[in-house]
């Protein structure tokens, strides 16, 4: 099993930056991937980003230039630095780490609140 935490999250105004942090604990040597979704009011969660273990990352076209994911692999973190904020942005971020055993496994974070303002 795997446990995630996420930090970070807050009220901005438009165009500015926040960092969101994600710990993982537990089985962190079985995980093959972590990045970042988002949920915002009545909509359905969207990939935001993504970095495989060893592979190239992956980015929604929203975030696409403004939106940076990195990994602190030895921590066992993901981070999502995220500029140039809109207010579209506005959503409940959450962690996800996976692992390939007989299918993919999921594991999610509670989730962080990014309110953007205009």
């Known amino acids: 099993q795997v446990q995630l935490v996420e930090s970070g999250g807050g009220l901005v105004q438009a165009g500015g930056s926040l960092r969101l942090s994600c710990a993982a604990s537990?089985?962190?040597?079985?995980?093959?991937?972590m990045g970042w979704y988002r949920q915002a009011p009545g909509k359905q969660r969207e990939f935001v980003a993504v970095?495989?273990?060893?592979?190239?990352?992956n980015y929604a076209d929203s975030v696409k230039g403004r939106f940076t994911i990195s990994r602190d692999n030895a921590k066992g973190t993901v981070y999502l630095q995220m500029n140039s904020l809109k207010p579209e942005d506005t959503a409940v971020y959450y962690c996800?780490?996976?692992?390939?055993?007989?299918?993919?496994?999921?594991?999610w974070g509670q989730g962080t609140q990014v309110t953007v303002s205009s």
């Open positions: 537990g089985s962190i040597f079985s995980i093959n991937g």
């Open positions: 970095m495989p273990n060893g592979g190239s990352t």
């Open positions: 996800n780490a996976y692992r390939w055993a007989r299918g993919r496994n999921d594991y």
